[in-house]
């Protein structure tokens, strides 16, 4: 039951991957390991709900924004959809002419964009917080993904990650993926399991718990050996490391299933950041949705999302203009976008 709620858990969590929009209550509750760092009040949703107060919540997986008013209209943006953030002007109902935070986001192939203003003048938090967090997110996915030939050895050890521990290092660890294997080491620490070649430490990898489907023992042409799946996210890899002895081997899977599950229930992102002045807790800022007297239909699908594309006001094409950089006539771009930052969109 433990290995499949951890196996389920490496597969659903969604939380930094997604945009979606009017999301339930349940789906607004903080995930384990998912901590609240900033409350931002009132903050307006300039793009989708132009003159409406609400709340920005910015935690370590993503930002949520809420009406203050109906928090059934809300949205949840997951940092790892970020494309750009910056700040440029933007036209608020509540505030004018006013600098505003502008985030790029790609999900799913579809693009969408977000601008949020703070109603309360010459307040720079909104851009510190938001910024800032994701900026943490951004350094620190080594926690949260599979990684292939990284710097992750130095002198023979390691390099921990911050709040990383060791729990096991075993040498004469085959790895095979080759028809021949690959002698190396392989670590075993409190969020993560790594192996790298001896001959060649840049042949390595490393798995997060956060990515790790199930972890067995099974037959292979090498003899028994530690089975390791990833997450679909990741790729659906399937991992195989030769330990000996064989009594080595069932300890080494057995303490990696136990530090798998006490990982998954409370798991280790990896973003670290502070505020100085500590927001409520989510359980205080949450407001009782209260039920409407109607019905609704079951099939009817939201449109809400479509604010947020990110040329979604367009009513017609722009005069066209001559690009240097292509050598030809192009749709004139709107403000603050460029080709090279359209081209790192659609790559």
Known sequence: ????????????????????????????????????????DPIEDTKGNNGEK????VTNLRIIWHSIVLPRVN????????VNTTTRTANSKLRGQTEALYILTKCNNTRFEFIFTNVVPGSPRLF???IAVHR????????????LRCALIQNKQLRLLPKEQVYDKINGVWNL??????LGTFFVTNVRVVWHAN???????????????????????????????????TGGYVLGFKIDPVEKLEQTAKEINSLHKVFSVNPIFGVDYEMEEKPK?????????????VEIEADEQTDAFVAYFADGNKQQDREPVFSEELGLAIEKLKDGFTLQGLWEVMS
């Open 177 to 182: 993926s080759s028809d021949q294997g690959n």
């Open 136 to 147: 943490a997110y951004e350094t620190s996915k080594m926690y949260r993904e599979l990684k």
């Open 75 to 82: 949205l949840s943006v997951g940092y790892n959809c970020f």
């Open 1 to 40: 039951m433990a290995a499949a709620a951890a196996a389920a858990a490496a597969d659903t969590l969604w939380e930094d991957r997604d945009v979606r929009f009017d999301i339930s209550p349940q789906q607004m509750k903080m995930r384990p390991g998912e901590v609240l760092i900033d409350c931002l």
């Open 281 to 293: 807790q989510l359980e205080d800022l949450t407001v009782e949705q209260l039920q409407d007297d």
């Open 199 to 233: 001959m060649n430490d840049s042949f390595n990898v490393s798995i997060p718990y956060l990515q790790i489907r199930s972890v067995k023992i099974r037959d292979s042409k090498f003899g028994l050996a530690l089975v390791i799946e990833s997450s679909q996210a």
């Open 128 to 130: 510190a917080s938001v």
């Open 54 to 57: 609400g709340r920005l919540l």
